[in-house]
């Protein structure tokens, strides 16, 4: 018993000290979002600042007339993006899970062997297809190519086939189709993969910086993490700027694993295995 509990305080104490090395560098931003430049580049350490000011905020707001712009064009590529690969990986997954056709298990290998490429070495390949379609600079050159992934594919079938079957039989028992059964009953009953697959993919494209920075060159169309670049010169960098906007930037994140937070772990957990 006495191991136990010496083993559970070695534990927490832990999961304590790393709790507090990923919080301190968050709390140090949040509190230099309300600095001045000088004080940032004073050196102190300081948590609370000496002079505390919103003008940070303003001025990405107000004074930086593309920042509403970057923030909207964030928002549709992650918001669409997003919805496109819930739905697509999700039919992609249950096809995989749940119907025979030719080739099937091939096309699961080609799926797999896809994981091991480095997205690096698709970046050329990718932007010169979008050069000949004349889609640099615009949301569909964004979303498109990443509406689909291997990984979540892969996870969605993992889900689907631990999936009970007694219940797609009833529903084709009240003479719904294929497609009717998995809108109407899969897809609702997948709410915890779903979510998991929400959180992942909205991060990968509301963090997404090398995409935008290859594909984008058109100012206007900048996503947050370009557009937070900007604020760093060769020879001065505005990090009361850039703390601010990196506020701004982690607040939708926060927001959208707060309210997908109650299906994550149970997504993760149905996923894992059988």
Do not use: H
């Amino acid at each position: 018993m006495k191991k136990l509990n010496i083993g559970k305080t070695l534990l927490y104490g832990i999961l304590g000290i790393y709790a507090i090395v990923t919080l301190v560098p968050f709390i140090w931003a949040v509190s230099s979002s309300f600095k001045t430049l000088e004080e940032i580049v004073s050196g102190s350490l300081n948590f609370i600042p000496k002079n505390f000011t919103f003008e940070n905020y303003k001025q990405i707001f107000l004074e930086q007339e593309l920042f509403p712009r970057w923030l909207l064009n964030s928002v549709v590529i992650a918001v669409a993006g997003t919805s496109l690969n819930l739905l697509f990986n999700s039919m992609a997954g249950y096809a995989l899970a749940r119907l025979s056709f030719p080739g099937r298990k091939t096309l699961f290998i080609i799926i797999l062997a896809v994981l091991m490429i480095p997205a690096q070495v698709t970046m050329i390949p990718n932007y010169l297809i979008l050069r000949e379609l004349g889609w640099l600079n615009s949301y569909q050159g964004m979303i498109v190519p990443a509406m689909i992934n291997a990984t979540f594919i892969f996870m969605m079938r993992q889900f689907f086939i631990n999936f009970p079957k007694e219940l797609e039989e009833a529903a084709e028992m009240d003479g719904l189709c294929r497609f009717g059964t998995f809108f109407k009953i899969v897809l609702p009953l997948a709410k915890p993969a779903l979510a998991a697959q929400a959180i992942f993919v909205f991060m990968g494209f509301w963090n997404d910086f090398m995409r935008p920075l290859i594909i984008l060159s058109d100012p206007s169309m900048f996503t947050l993490p370009l557009g937070l670049n900007t604020f760093k010169g060769q020879y001065i960098s505005y990090w009361n700027y850039i703390m601010a906007a990196s506020m701004v930037f982690t607040l939708p994140v926060l927001l959208i694993y707060g309210f997908f937070n109650r299906y994550f772990i149970k997504g993760i957990s149905f996923t894992g295995g059988k």
